[in-house]
């Protein structure tokens, strides 16, 4: 299961999506940091999963609302995530 989640991870590694600028305005583009958060995050929830801090259903759902925010095009959401996830998906929220 725990080679599940990281080939999960790595195919949400979204670094190798491009959003086109004439989509979205620069402020709704992920920034270098943005993008450096999102790795920790990710790390930091598998790593919590792996330990046993985390259930499958609290990750499964903090990583769907991580991805339906990008998809919406809620980058704020997203960062915030990114940022607070963590805390975030042992909440519950």
Do not use: Y
Request: net charge neutral; with cysteine.
């Amino acid at each position: 299961m725990v080679a599940e989640l990281m080939l999960c991870a790595t195919l949400l590694n979204f670094r190798t999506l491009e959003v086109k600028a004439t989509a979205m305005p620069k402020s709704s583009q992920l920034t270098n940091r943005d993008h450096a958060n999102m790795d920790a995050f990710l790390s930091h929830v598998l790593d919590d999963f792996k330990a046993g801090h985390l259930s499958k259903k609290d990750l499964t759902l903090g990583l769907v609302h991580v991805i339906s925010a990008i998809d919406c095009g809620n980058v704020d959401e997203a960062r915030t995530w990114f940022e607070q996830g963590r805390k975030l998906i042992r909440q519950g929220s």
